[in-house]
């Protein structure tokens, strides 16, 4: 039996991320794990490269910083942080009751990992574009998905449970070697009172006022975000639509794309939005027909905002849009259908009003605290099948049988 003095410390966790942050879409998964499970009176150490201010205050958490690298590529970044950090737990493992990673960030061993993204699913999505031959960029991205891809999968095989935030992940993993028993489906949280409908206020992002206006957001440079097929379908819908655009688009192909297509007046680049809560009430319907995504969090936010929201099949959020919600497409390439959906949406107020309050109504339970008290859920039940045997375990298991034979030798 275990002495009541372990039974009653606190559960010692660690964390290992980039980044725990409320403005990053995996970093907002990890800073909602950490208010859980200090909520739960763990015991929480962060090995990152950038923590929220809120966690640097807070004498609870124990922050091993881990220095982004100056390194020229992503792929070397990250080895960088790797190494460092997988050194250092190491050292340090036997301080943790439980080590949470995130996909391959570490060359350590850990109990639990969360899958956010799947490299191998996105090589066998059929929508990989980068070949070797394509030039240095391509090339670079064929490498770098691939290495990710066979460093994902030991990682997944090590872990004692691997999360999948949606579950379209689940096969995935299951491609990558990793037993179904081991996996454990936990949805990313979506915070109800910061993402709610409210003031209109498209003045300050000086955005058109009295126009249907759509919203897309996510990164610019990567294809796999699909922004020109929304353009392209766009480029179909007859005036007044408009489309706002958070993300940076510094270097990109997409506001040249934009002008080609006869859309520099309809399609606003906003750029980087801190803000993104009073962006989504400020527009009508999210348009993310993203070509491969685990899980996106935008799309939860959205109607949590009480937006219409359209979307893909390829998206993992699509399996939680309600069908009253919005349009879930088949294929995140096919313009001409994104385009009538968007024309059939955008001439009905009252529709996308219903829609939105409908996705509202869903996303109700679908909030950071369900999600925080899972992964305690999880926690807890590794940390009880790692307890050590209690002494003499052995002898325990057949003690009926010890006692007699010791009651009938008299020697």
């Known amino acids: 039996m275990t002495p009541p003095s372990a039974?009653?410390?606190?559960?010692?966790?660690?964390i290992v991320t980039h980044v725990v942050d409320r403005n990053?879409?995996?970093g907002r998964v990890n800073h909602e794990i950490v208010a859980a499970a200090l909520a739960a009176g763990c015991d929480v150490t962060l090995v990152a490269s950038r923590v929220a201010q809120a966690w640097r205050d807070?004498?609870?958490?124990?922050?091993?910083?881990?220095p982004e690298a100056r390194l020229p590529t992503a792929?070397?970044?990250y080895q960088a942080f790797a190494i460092a950090s997988g050194w250092w737990l190491a050292r340090q493992r036997h301080r943790f009751d439980i080590v949470h990673v995130n996909g391959f960030i570490t060359w350590a061993r850990a109990d639990v990992n969360t899958a956010h993204f799947v490299h191998h699913g996105w090589l066998a999505s059929g929508h990989y574009p980068y070949r070797l031959r394509d030039g240095a960029r391509a090339a670079y991205q064929w490498v770098y998905t691939r290495l990710n891809a066979r460093l994902e999968r030991m990682a997944f095989r090590r872990a004692r449970a691997v999360v999948a935030v949606s579950p379209r992940i689940v096969a995935e993993l299951r491609a990558t070697g990793v037993p179904e028993a081991g996996i454990e489906v936990i949805p990313n949280g979506v915070d109800t009172a910061e993402f709610a409908p409210g003031r209109v206020c498209r003045a300050r992002f000086r955005l058109p006022a009295g126009v249907p206006l759509l919203l897309f957001a996510g990164d610019l440079r990567t294809p796999r975000k699909n922004l020109d097929t929304v353009l392209a379908a766009l480029a179909q819908v007859p005036e007044p639509v408009a489309l706002a655009v958070a993300g940076q688009a510094a270097g990109s192909r997409y506001p040249r794309m934009a002008a080609e297509?006869?859309?520099?007046?309809?399609?606003?680049f906003?750029?980087?939005?801190a803000d993104m809560p009073a962006l989504m009430r400020s527009c009508d319907a999210l348009v993310f027909p993203?070509?491969?995504?685990?899980?996106?969090l935008v799309v939860l936010e959205a109607m949590a905002s009480g937006m219409a929201v359209l979307t893909a099949r390829s998206t993992g959020a699509a399996g939680l849009v309600p069908p009253d919600a919005g349009v879930v497409l088949d294929d995140p390439d096919d313009a001409v259908a994104l385009a009538a959906a968007i024309?059939?949406?955008?001439a009905d107020p009252g529709a996308l009003r219903r829609m939105g309050m409908a996705g509202r109504a869903a996303m109700l339970a679908q909030g950071w605290d369900a999600m925080g008290e899972r992964y305690l859920q999880l926690y807890r039940r590794l940390a009880r099948r790692a307890e050590p045997a209690p002494p003499h375990a052995h002898l325990q298991a057949h003690q009926p049988d010890t006692d007699m034979t010791l009651k009938g030798d008299t020697r």
């Open 75 to 77: 792929l070397l970044r």
């Open 261 to 268: 297509l006869g859309l520099a007046q309809r399609v606003y």
């Open 290 to 296: 993203s070509r491969y995504e685990p899980m996106g």
């Open 24 to 26: 990053d879409g995996q």
């Open 7 to 14: 039974a009653a410390a606190p559960l010692r966790v660690a």
């Open 343 to 346: 024309r059939r949406l955008t």
């Open 270 to 273: 906003l750029g980087h939005v």
């Open 58 to 66: 807070d004498p609870r958490v124990h922050w091993h910083a881990v």
